[in-house]
């Protein structure tokens, strides 16, 4: 599967069109990294319930 770049998530979730819930999407399927969810959101990436 191919997700956007992360030029183009930032650009969406600056314009508001992606919640923090859909960045950690992207993170857990490795289109993101955990520290690229911080820059993007200015939270830590939350770490997965066991």
């Not at 919640?19 to 520290?35: M, V």
């Amino acid at each position: 599967m191919s997700y956007p770049s992360y030029e183009s998530i930032k650009r969406y979730y600056d314009k508001n069109c992606y919640t923090n819930e859909d960045i950690a999407f992207y993170t857990k399927y490795g289109a993101l990294t955990s520290e690229e969810y911080k820059e993007i959101t200015d939270e830590d990436y939350p770490e997965p319930q066991a």
